[in-house]
């Protein structure tokens, strides 16, 4: 028999449904706060089980086939087969699977390789390799399993909040740009994808008051503008208020106090203005939902806008909004502050983790506070594994999703149907406790990640390599850089890089040629290419999102290194293992380097970014 014929044969291994189990191993059944229970109390047997189903679907690919050999999965009990699977197929990270996906993009059968069922697109993930962003395989099922994952949160919010049902979602969502790569394949990220299923368009314009044109046009701006244009056209029916991640929710309410005039006047006269909604689809969308002249309304909401103070702005401009939905845990936590100061007491609901790998977990406590938030993890939607750190970093221990104890830090490694196998997410979690036998995790910060604005995620090794480059710059100015260390501002909307850089000697304070000041000049030159040796998302970020604003660097006076080391020692750092942080979050650290300031420079070009092209095998882009 044909190892392919073989795996077919035993794709569905004893789907037995007796205990329950093989139903629950399915993303199936009417969401229900029941099937949450099931699905938790049972966390332990479904992933014993999913990984059965995993290995055995895809047992006559290459991949599992060179470690497993012709072993299909079907046989022996459930944890022989996970021992055995642990031992021997290696924990990897993207560029161990690298040429996996190269050589699906360059047009081999998916099916050999790492996935039984074809690969019908790729995930565009917002993890970088190479200064790129890596691209995730995804199948049919998979996004069955992610919209599965999705309709969990439906009785969960239910239960917190009443009269959910009753009106709708001011949702600020952008599709993004697809690539395709040479075999024909979509790649997009996650969310655009999502948003491409029927049922989710669907509820998205039966629930939501963005039009999809508005959604989908290509200029952020513009996007940004036809949605609150939307937005507050339905402003009486607007029940919640949200976007994926908290950075986008803060730019539209900073983009409404610059266009507020403007949108109000639009809503007056009944339709969008064409010299800003240029865009003839998005246009006509729009039109048919402000519909008809409404002074009354434009006079309510720009009296809301005028009143001074933004404090309570979204309560007091969609007032029958229950909740704030957005991601604001991780790096979004940052913007809390800003976005509490305009939510007026409404509760900031972060209500998934999930990611282009797989879908990971839901907070069955959507009104805890930010800080509180633990995700509990699905059972069903990938095999789950736990890389054990402590302060030292990393240990050798992995455990799984039911083995975690509490108060444990761990780095998330996951084995999906489509063609990962153990491998590690980069993220790292904090068991905050348990629902039944399924782990609830705080979400920690990012392996390697040092500075993040939006989900652009620069880690030392990239901001060294962008830092490095620029040290030429500084020939004309006599100096070299002596020191450096980052801090991500979010204080200013859009958020933005801070450098300082101490440079040796000091650059003189002035140095007039031609009029011009040559340490501005080459201070923003720096600023520019640090920003262009940055990774491909924070580009986008930059030039395309515009949700990143222009790189700062701060000069500072001699000694303020110095300074900064007194203070981590000062903290408890010994003086023999001190090293410059690469980058600051404490006030102390920032407050210790900014009084030392002697000069601001900000980036003066937006650096260069174009959409992905998908490389093929050959190595053609
Ligand atoms: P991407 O693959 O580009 O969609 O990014 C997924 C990553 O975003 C995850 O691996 C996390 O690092 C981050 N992320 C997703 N959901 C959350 C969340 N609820 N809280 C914090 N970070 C999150």
Redesign the pocket.
């Known amino acids: 028999m044909r190892s392919d014929q073989k795996m077919k044969a035993s794709a569905t291994p004893d789907d037995d449904t007796n205990d329950g189990v093989g139903r629950l191993t399915k993303p199936a059944g009417p969401p229900s706060l029941e099937l949450i229970e099931d699905l938790t109390t049972h966390a332990g047997a479904i992933q014993r089980r999913l990984l059965r189903e995993i290995v055995a679907t895809n047992a006559g690919t290459d991949y599992l086939r060179r470690l497993l050999g012709d072993n299909d999965g079907a046989h022996g009990d459930d944890d022989a087969l996970a021992a055995a699977f642990k031992e021997r197929v290696p924990v990897v990270e993207y560029e161990d699977i690298k040429q996996y996906v190269d050589r699906i993009t360059g047009g081999e059968p998916s099916s050999l390789l790492v996935s039984s069922a074809p690969i019908t697109e790729f ?5 970088t390799s190479s200064g790129q ?2 691209l ?1 395989p995804s199948t049919e099922d998979d996004l069955r399993r992610r919209a599965f994952l999705f309709s969990l949160l439906s009785p969960v919010l239910n239960k917190y909040v009443e009269g959910m049902g009753e009106g709708k979602g001011m949702y600020l969502l952008f599709v993004k740009p697809e690539a395709t790569t040479a075999s024909g394949l979509t790649a997009r ?3 655009t994808s999502f948003f491409n299923a029927r049922l989710v368009r669907e509820a998205l314009s039966a629930r939501g008051t963005s039009s999809e044109a508005a959604m989908r046009c290509t200029d952020v701006e513009e996007s940004m503008y036809a949605q609150l244009l939307c937005g507050l056209a339905h402003r009486g029916e607007v029940v919640r208020v949200g976007s994926v ?1 908290a950075t986008a929710l803060l730019r539209a309410v900073r983009f409404l106090e610059t266009h507020w005039r403007a949108l109000c006047d639009d809503i007056r006269a009944g339709r969008a203005d064409p010299s800003v909604v240029t865009d003839a689809s998005c246009r006509d969308a729009v039109d048919a939902v402000v519909a008809r002249p409404d002074p009354g309304l434009a006079d309510a909401i720009a009296a809301e806008c005028a009143a001074g103070s933004w404090r309570g702005i979204v309560r007091r401009l969609w007032p029958r909004a229950k909740y704030i939905d957005a ?6 936590a940052q913007c809390v502050p800003m976005l509490e100061f305009y939510a007026g007491g409404l509760p900031l609901v ?1 209500t ?6 797989s879908y ?1 977990g839901i ?1 069955l406590r959507p009104l805890d506070r930010p800080e509180d ?1 633990a ?1 509990t993890l699905i059972p069903n939607m990938c095999y789950f594994e736990f890389i054990k750190v402590d302060n030292d970093g990393e240990v050798d221990t992995v455990v799984d999703l039911v083995d975690v104890e509490v108060g444990g830090y761990y780095e ?1 490694v996951v084995t999906t149907f489509t063609g990962l196998y153990r491998y590690r ?3 790292i979690l904090q068991v905050a406790g348990f629902h039944n036998a399924a782990p609830q995790f705080r ?1 920690v910060h ?1 392996r390697n990640v040092v500075l993040s604005v939006d ?1 652009d ?1 620069t880690s030392e090794d990239d901001l060294l390599r962008a830092v490095t480059a620029t040290k030429p710059l500084l020939a004309p100015l006599g100096c070299v850089l002596a020191e450096y260390t980052a801090y991500a501002d979010t204080s200013s909307i859009p958020g933005h890089y801070v450098l300082f850089w101490e440079l040796t000697p000091p650059p003189p304070p002035r140095h007039d040629s031609g009029g011009e000041d040559d340490v501005a000049r080459v201070m923003a030159a720096c600023c520019a290419a640090v920003e262009a040796g940055l990774d491909a998302v924070y580009r986008r970020c930059r030039s395309r999102d515009r949700s990143v604003g222009p790189l700062e660097i701060r000069a500072v006076a001699p000694g303020a290194f110095d300074a900064l080391m007194d203070l981590c020692v000062s903290h408890g750092s010994s003086v023999n293992q001190y090293k410059t942080p690469r980058c600051i979050k404490h006030p102390d650290a920032i407050a210790v380097l900014e009084q030392r300031v002697v000069g601001r420079f900000f980036s003066d070009a937006v650096p260069h970014w174009e959409p992905l092209k998908v490389a093929a095998a050959t190595g053609d882009t």
């Open positions: 995930l565009i993930s917002s993890g962003p890596k995730m990220t996650a969310l991640f991601i604001v845990t991780g790096s979004m972060s998934i983790y999930a990611s282009s790998e990971f907070n938030v995700y998330l997410v980069g993220d979400f990012r989900t995620k």
